[in-house]
């Protein structure tokens, strides 16, 4: 049983123990700080991923054979079917994906597309080319609200 004495103490540590978080300050979980120059070399590269992935997106093939994958078989590009990323949704996934009939992932559907439709050859899951068309359709809907599952 717990005495209106113990329970007081208990409001009173809990107190005193915010008061010292809210001085003292957040915590940094072994984060060393991020410099400017850092943050600008990791959007550096990471622009440079999305340039990848555009010109994969739009169907060059000179990306496409340097990075080693065949994304079509049909003259198809992705953008054929999907102007500016439109109809992508990266920000809905993972989800139930309807035409594959399971629960999927972007990655999922990506090769989806490239197998199905433009009957390319299905490409890794960690591959630089993945990584690439990945930054480019999430760069492409920056400012999507994240909703996982969205139908």
Known sequence: MITRTTFSRTVLLIGVLGTVAVLVGPVDAHKTPIKPEQLKAYQDAFMEEVRKGDLLFHGDEAMAKQMGVVLSNTGMACAMCHPQTADTHPHTFPKFQAQMAKFATLRDMINWCIE???????????????????????WSNSGSVLTPGKF
């Open 116 to 138: 199905k439709p433009n009957q390319g050859e299905k490409i890794d899951d960690g591959s630089e080319a993945m990584k690439a068309l990945e930054a480019y359709i999430y």
